[in-house]
C-alpha cells in the first residue's frame, strides 16, 4: 500500500480512564505519518471515551468521532463518519468494532484489525460449540480480506489456525490478509531516567497490579507470600487494586489482611509507585504482551514473571527471573531468590535490561513497524 497523503481512521473500543500507553502509541503514530507521509489521521471512540478525563484535550489536538458503546451495532454511526471522512485505510484496536469495519468499509479500502487481548476456549461444552462458532465466523470467513496485526505471537498463531479452519482458508491456503506479531511500545518518558536511590525499612516491597483474577491470578502471589512468610518476614507486597482484586484479596484472608499485604490505589504517576518498591511480579496466567512488565523494566526494577508464551519477550533478559505458571511455591523461590540476590550483579543485569528493552520498545520503533506493516499490505 501506498500511505502517502493516506487518510488513516483509527477505530478503537476504548474508554479507559487514563490516557496510557495506548493513547500515546496512537498519538505518535499519528505524528510520523503526518510528518514523514503527509497523511491524515482521525480517531472513532465509544461514546464512553467522552466522558474521560484525557478526551477534552485529545479532542483540541485530533479529529474525532464517537459512535455508541455497543460498538458492534454501530453500522449507521460508522457508515456517516465514511461518508465524511473517506479513510484510505482503517485500523481497529481490540476487537469489538471488527466485524461492524467489515460491513460498512469497501470500495479499495485497506482493513487492519489490532489484537490487544487475549483468547482462551471455555470448558462449558455448549458455550464451546457456540465459541468456536464465533471464532470460526470473526477470524475465520470475515477476516479473509483483512490484514491483522496481533500484540503476541501466541495470538498470530490462534488467528492463523482459524482462518486456516475456514472455508477461505482450506480453498486457498495462504491467501486471505496479511497476519503480523509486532509488540507494543512504551512511553519512555513515563520511565526512563526516573528512578531513584529508595529509602529503605529493612523491607524489601515487590509490587504486582491488580485486575481480573482469572487473567492476573494474584491469588497464586499471595499464596506464594504466605509461604514467603513460613521463611522470613523482611518483605512486603504491595498490589494495585483492579477488577475484582480487592474482593479476591479479602476473601483469601477473609477479611484479616496480614501486614506483609498492602493494597494500592491505581495511579497514573506510575514512576513514584515504581520507586516505593523492589521487584515487579507478575503472575499473571494470560497476557498478550503487558505494558506493565516493559515498564517496570525500562524503569529498572527487577521482574519475577509467569512462563506463560505472552511475556516470553522479556524472559531473555538478565534481570528476569521465570517461574512455572500458576505455582506458588516455584514463585516463593524466586521471590526468596531475588531478596538475597548480589546487588551489585543485579545493578549490573538490571542496565542491560533497561538498554534492550528501551531499544526494542520505544513507542517510536512501535510505529515504524506499524507503518511497514501498511506498506506491506
Known amino acids: 500500500m501506498n500511505i502517502r497523503n493516506g487518510r488513516l481512521l483509527c477505530i478503537a473500543q476504548y474508554a479507559a480512564p487514563y490516557e496510557g500507553n495506548f493513547i500515546a502509541s496512537l498519538e505518535a503514530l499519528e505524528a510520523i505519518l503526518c510528518k514523514e507521509y503527509k497523511c491524515e489521521v482521525a480517531y472513532v471512540f465509544p461514546r464512553l471515551a467522552s466522558s474521560q478525563a484525557w478526551i477534552h484535550k485529545f479532542m483540541l489536538e485530533h479529529r474525532t468521532f464517537f459512535t455508541c458503546n455497543d460498538v458492534c451495532h454501530s453500522y449507521t454511526e460508522l457508515e456517516k463518519i465514511r461518508e465524511e471522512y473517506m479513510p484510505t485505510l482503517v485500523h481497529t484496536h481490540f476487537d469489538g468494532y471488527d466485524l461492524a469495519v467489515n460491513k460498512v468499509f469497501f470500495n479499495g479500502v485497506k482493513i487492519v484489525w489490532h489484537m490487544h487481548n487475549h483468547?482462551?476456549?471455555?470448558?462449558?461444552?455448549?458455550?464451546?460449540?457456540?465459541?468456536?462458532?464465533?471464532?470460526?465466523?470473526?477470524?475465520?470467513?470475515?477476516?479473509?480480506?483483512?490484514?491483522?496485526?496481533?500484540?503476541?505471537?501466541?495470538?498470530?498463531?490462534?488467528?492463523?489456525?482459524?482462518?486456516?479452519?475456514?472455508?477461505?482458508?482450506?480453498?486457498?491456503?495462504?491467501?486471505?490478509?496479511?497476519?503480523?506479531?509486532?509488540?507494543?511500545?512504551?512511553?519512555?518518558?513515563?520511565?526512563l531516567n526516573k528512578r531513584k536511590p529508595r529509602i529503605s525499612d529493612d523491607k524489601f516491597i515487590f509490587l504486582a497490579f491488580g485486575g481480573r483474577n482469572s487473567q492476573k491470578r494474584i491469588d497464586v502471589l499471595l499464596e506464594a507470600g504466605k509461604e514467603?512468610?513460613?521463611?522470613?518476614?523482611?518483605?512486603?507486597?504491595?498490589?494495585?487494586?483492579?477488577?475484582?482484586?480487592?474482593?479476591?484479596?479479602?476473601?483469601?484472608?477473609?477479611?484479616?489482611?496480614?501486614?506483609?499485604?498492602?493494597?494500592?490505589?491505581?495511579?497514573?504517576?506510575?514512576?513514584?509507585?515504581?520507586?516505593?518498591?523492589?521487584?515487579?511480579?507478575?503472575?499473571?496466567?494470560?497476557?498478550?504482551?503487558?505494558?506493565?512488565?516493559?515498564?517496570?523494566?525500562?524503569?529498572?526494577?527487577?521482574?519475577?514473571?509467569?512462563?506463560?508464551?505472552?511475556?516470553?519477550?522479556?524472559?531473555?533478559?538478565?534481570?528476569?527471573?521465570?517461574?512455572?505458571?500458576?505455582?506458588?511455591?516455584?514463585?516463593?523461590?524466586q521471590m526468596n531468590f531475588i531478596i538475597d540476590a548480589d546487588k551489585e550483579e543485579l545493578e549490573k543485569q538490571i542496565q542491560v535490561t533497561i538498554e534492550n528493552n528501551r531499544r526494542d520498545y520505544s513507542l517510536e520503533q512501535w510505529a515504524h513497524n506499524v507503518i511497514s506493516f501498511y506498506k506491506q499490505i
Not at 462458532?133 to 505471537?153: A, E, M, R
Not at 498492602?262 to 497476557?287: G, M, P, R, W, Y
Open 119 to 191: 483468547l482462551s476456549y471455555v470448558n462449558h461444552p455448549l458455550k464451546a460449540i457456540y465459541q468456536m462458532w464465533c471464532f470460526l465466523q470473526h477470524y475465520g470467513w470475515q477476516s479473509k480480506n483483512v490484514n491483522i496485526i496481533s500484540v503476541s505471537d501466541e495470538m498470530k498463531k490462534f488467528v492463523e489456525k482459524w482462518r486456516k479452519r475456514s472455508i477461505y482458508g482450506t480453498l486457498f491456503a495462504g491467501g486471505g490478509g496479511k497476519i503480523q506479531f509486532i509488540p507494543n511500545g512504551i512511553e519512555l518518558s513515563r520511565v
Open 228 to 333: 514467603l512468610i513460613k521463611l522470613r518476614n523482611d518483605f512486603q507486597v504491595f498490589i494495585t487494586k483492579g477488577t475484582d482484586t480487592e474482593s479476591v484479596v479479602n476473601n483469601y484472608f477473609q477479611g484479616n489482611l496480614p501486614s506483609w499485604v498492602i493494597l494500592k490505589d491505581q495511579t497514573e504517576d506510575i514512576a513514584s509507585l515504581f520507586n516505593s518498591v523492589d521487584c515487579f511480579i507478575s503472575s499473571s496466567e494470560h497476557e498478550t504482551f503487558s505494558y506493565a512488565i516493559c515498564e517496570a523494566s525500562v524503569f529498572g526494577l527487577p521482574v519475577i514473571q509467569s512462563d506463560i508464551a505472552g511475556t516470553m519477550w522479556n524472559a531473555k533478559n538478565p534481570s528476569t527471573r521465570l517461574f512455572k505458571v500458576n505455582d506458588p511455591l516455584a514463585l516463593c523461590k
